[in-house]
């Protein structure tokens, strides 16, 4: 067994991972300290599906990757945003967030136009945020119809102790009278109780992970992904779980894979790896549930199959259509008419 490899696997799983966990839990602890339940409470809507949409935009709001986004999560559930508004942040917040839209959009950009993949950039940062939109949101919705059903069942112990309701009528610390020494005590405090809660997690999903890449990289697909679509995109599926990359660095990753995966096969690749892989299910059982687990993956897995599955086929007619040809015309035309 080649150990340097996965050594270096392992080590780049941590390196990639941590300077992100460490920004989630200090946002977290920020949002303890200075952020009222009530400030939470107010902006979203009665209605849940509008409040499930806005949650899958929140990413733009509180930017975060997957390896931090967890942390930050667990601090809005417990400031009182409804379990199935955070999980749908949780799934879109990693995908739908400037930084990684404009990284996919460089990566997915070459030199040259032949090379282009789903109708070129832009497109495929229209594929990746809009699937990643619906999947949150349909996988919100049965959250919600759970939640409604099981409640608190759904949620780890540690989550439910003191865990707030966002009608009651509580003092909040944000508006006590304290020294900046005591709030950044309790800053840190808050953050380092989230750090240490996770890092075992996320070692643990770290060493699982690059035994599945050292698997990976011995096999020879080639012939079943080129006869195969639905096994392309399975595989590539499989592939985003074990691999464990960060949301700001997956789309360069995909991007180089060999020009015999099916384009929507790296689009599967895009959208399920910021919302499952081994880390991830294992610092989800820090938040969640069994149950609730396996709503997730069950509900992420068969939408991103189904999705990704039905753009194989249909995206070879809009490209047959010339559709992209003149949505780029128009756009170089907006472009000289800009400049000159």
Not at 32 to 40: K, L, N, S
Not at 107 to 116: E, L, V
Not at 132 to 154: D, F
């Amino acid at each position: 067994m080649n150990y340097e490899y996965l050594i270096l696997s392992f080590t780049s799983i941590i390196y990639e991972a941590l300077p992100f966990i460490v920004l989630g839990v200090l946002i977290a602890g920020l949002l303890e300290e200075f952020v009222p339940q009530q400030a939470i409470a107010k902006v979203i809507p009665g209605n849940r599906v509008l409040a499930i949409g806005l949650g899958c935009i929140l990413g733009l709001v509180f930017p975060m990757c997957e390896c931090g986004i967890i942390v930050v999560m667990k601090r809005l559930l417990r400031k009182g945003l409804p379990l199935s508004v955070c999980v749908a942040y949780m799934l879109a917040g990693p995908v739908i967030n400037g930084i990684v839209m404009m990284s996919t959009f460089v990566a997915f950009n070459p030199p040259d136009s032949r090379d282009y993949i789903l109708g070129g950039p832009y497109f495929v940062v229209a594929w990746r945020v809009g699937l990643a939109y619906l999947v949150a949101s349909v996988t919100g919705l049965i959250v919600n119809w759970q939640a409604r059903t099981h409640g608190k069942e759904l949620l780890n112990p540690d989550v439910t102790r003191g865990l707030k309701d966002p009608g009651a009528e509580v003092e909040d610390r944000a508006f006590t009278r304290r020294s900046w020494g005591e709030r950044l005590n309790n800053i840190t405090q808050t953050a380092l109780h989230d750090f240490v809660d996770i890092l075992a997690f996320l070692v643990l999903g770290a060493i699982l992970a690059a035994g599945g890449k050292f698997v990976l990289s011995q096999g020879n697909f080639q012939q079943f992904v080129e006869a195969t679509p639905p096994i392309a995109i399975l595989m590539m599926m499989l592939i985003a779980v074990l691999f464990c990359l960060c949301s700001e660095a997956d789309a360069f990753v995909a991007a180089n894979f060999p020009p015999f995966w099916p384009p929507a096969s790296k689009l599967a690749f895009l959208v399920l790896g910021p919302m499952l892989d081994l880390k991830l299910i294992l610092m989800y059982t820090r938040v969640f549930r069994s149950r609730l687990i396996l709503t997730v993956i069950l509900c992420v897995v068969i939408q991103v199959f189904i999705y990704t599955m039905i753009l194989h086929y249909v995206v070879p007619y809009i490209e047959s259509s010339e559709f992209y040809l003149h949505f780029y015309q128009a756009l170089f035309a907006v472009e000289e008419a800009r400049n000159g």
